[in-house]
């Protein structure tokens, strides 16, 4: 589960396993599905996470804590930008306090990789991080996901975790945001849903949080169009692409380390 075709990272790193649905956002997670394959290929870490309902996988609320997994980026020696929890929520409301500081004791420990830690239950994460973490790690990012403008509450919660880099995934974009605070927010993934049951995107949802981005000096990266297309059509993820206003955006967030480069 380490390399990836994320565009916006290098690795992913699953210390825990299994989630819930909570908002809109979770309807088409790409990981309820992978978590069902990986469990029928014996992956004991997997083993009853999902359920079919209503001819589609989703999860069932069971959540695992795999300890053995936290020894992993100490054998990655070269630095890496890894995604921590591509299949489930560091935040989780069933992952204890005590896993979520051996998980930083690992980030601690491995100063030459950056952590992306990416929930959607970023009020957890500003709590846990602000009364348990003695220190803000220049490596570790947090962000936290926004859909449409229902999700938009998060991002206060998100401005009050400590953190070296905040940062917001606009993805799977499936409703406008409208106006939004991007104070202390240094980095904008934006998306569209890919998949069989692919909710389309606008362009003009694009536009609002591109702009924002510029006016508050916010890094801007657009990670796909997805199953829908600029022009409203149906299409491959790769046939739709990720060219946005004419070019490709990959912006990255300004870290101490580049700039000190």
Known sequence: MAETQIEWTDATWNPVAGCSIITAGCTNCYAMEMARRLEAMGAPKYQGLTRRSGGRTIWNGVVREDAAALDIPYAW???RKIFVNSMS???????????????????????????????????????????RVPEVLPNVWLGTSVEDATARGRIDHLRRAPAAIRFISFEPLIGAVGEVNLTGIHWAIVGGESGRAARAIRETW?????????DYGTAFFFKQW??????????SKKANGREYRGRTWNEMPVTAESASA
């Not at 694009?206 to 510029?214: A, R």
């Open 226 to 235: 997805g199953t829908w297309g600029k022009d409203n059509k149906r299409r």
């Open 77 to 79: 020696k070269k630095p």
């Open 206 to 214: 694009i536009d609002e949080i591109y702009e924002q981005c510029g």
């Open 89 to 131: 929520d560091l935040f989780h409301e069933a992952v204890s306090d005590e896993f979520i500081l051996s998980v930083w004791r690992v980030m601690r420990e491995t100063p030459h990789h950056n952590y992306q830690i990416l929930t959607k239950r970023p009020e957890r994460m500003a709590d846990v991080v602000a009364r």
